[in-house]
């Protein structure tokens, strides 16, 4: 098969297609045959050498992918040859084929196409984990997501308007957050020209987020507890801004706030097949039923990878950017 290779670490122009062994499917696994994959951004660090796979998974980058099941290892029950999946991936989405191990297989979502259902696995699962098993989003509560017109931060706004809650979100430009609007955006902020934390305080009447989904890291983590309301939670799933920030431990403490931070791709298989099951079981209907769907910027060639790295280094994408496979 084909895939996207690294030979050598750095610049979009790093990555480079060329035929490599064909992945097995080993014991408790799927062989998929992939139709897309979804462009994130752990697959630009790991493309300049800052973010390995974990042991044992594909060299490849690609943490979803939609696709065929073309074979099934054994001890996997439940799906057949020629299904119609999406899946979460630790790596490999860039190639033809990639061995999946099966709590991570999602069946096309009614009202998705085959290849749309790419932009999925990745974004459903983390928000879902973080927001609501984790953070335990409530109706009426309010929700904070920093880069509201991302992957994430489009499912997210959309989750929580599903469930009763408000939806605040960050972003650069008046283009994307006038999408984060139609998406069910109650509160808009340009993080470019306002203050989050005054922001969010203004239009809370002083109670602030119950919630905050944040990217950022480090250069968020002071404004990021300044703008929790009291017994509000921060969810940490990125580190744009840095990894080393300094917390106020007497406001966390006032707030009874808590803080976490969690990775996706290097949780055990176990969990991750809990978190697939949990999306499956709480936002597939919700996408059947016209809730929620997937936000989708362009579609590009997967041997053309590097062009979609440039556009998220970019930024100037709203939603997901597709791999499509030859």
């Not at 017109?149 to 599903?162: E, V």
């Not at 480090?218 to 929790?228: E, H, S, T």
């Not at 999306?279 to 053309?304: S, Y």
């Amino acid at each position: 098969m084909y895939a996207i290779t690294i030979p050598e670490p750095g610049g979009p122009e790093a990555l480079v297609w060329d035929e490599v062994p064909d992945p097995v499917a080993g014991h408790g696994e799927v062989l998929v045959e992939v139709v897309a994959s979804a462009v994130n951004r752990a697959d630009l660090l790991q493309r300049q050498g800052l973010y390995n796979p974990p042991p044992g998974a594909s060299p490849y980058p690609g943490l979803e992918c939609s696709g065929r099941v073309v074979e099934i290892g054994p001890g996997v029950s439940g799906w057949a040859v020629g299904d119609e999946v999406c899946a979460l991936l630790a790596g490999g989405g860039y190639a033809q084929k990639v061995a999946v191990p099966a709590g991570q297989l999602l069946p096309v979502p009614e009202g998705v196409g085959l290849r749309q259902a790419a932009a999925l696995p990745e974004v459903t699962c983390t928000v879902w984990s973080n927001v609501f098993m984790v953070s335990h989003l409530r109706p009426a509560e309010t929700l904070l997501v920093h880069g509201g017109s991302s992957g994430i931060g489009t499912m997210a706004i959309q989750l929580a308007k599903a469930v009763g809650a408000r939806a605040a979100v960050t972003a650069g430009s008046r283009k994307k957050l006038d999408f984060c609007a139609e998406l069910g955006a109650d509160i808009l902020v340009n993080y470019r020209e306002q203050d989050f934390v005054e922001e969010i305080e203004r239009a809370t009447d002083g109670a602030g987020a119950d919630v905050i989904l944040d990217n950022m890291g480090a250069k968020y983590l002071d404004r990021n507890l300044r703008a929790l309301a009291v017994n509000g939670r921060l969810a940490i799933i990125g580190m744009q801004g840095g990894v080393k920030g300094e917390l106020n431990i007497a406001t966390l403490l006032n707030k009874r706030a808590a803080v976490t931070a969690t990775s996706l791709r290097i949780r055990p298989t176990a969990e991750k097949a809990a978190i697939v099951a949990a999306v499956r079981e709480h936002v597939w209907p919700l996408i059947a039923a016209g809730q929620v769907r997937p936000v989708i910027d362009r579609e590009l060639p997967m041997n053309d990878a590097a062009q979609a790295h440039r556009v998220l280094e970019e930024s100037g994408h709203i939603g997901k950017v597709l791999l499509v496979a030859p």
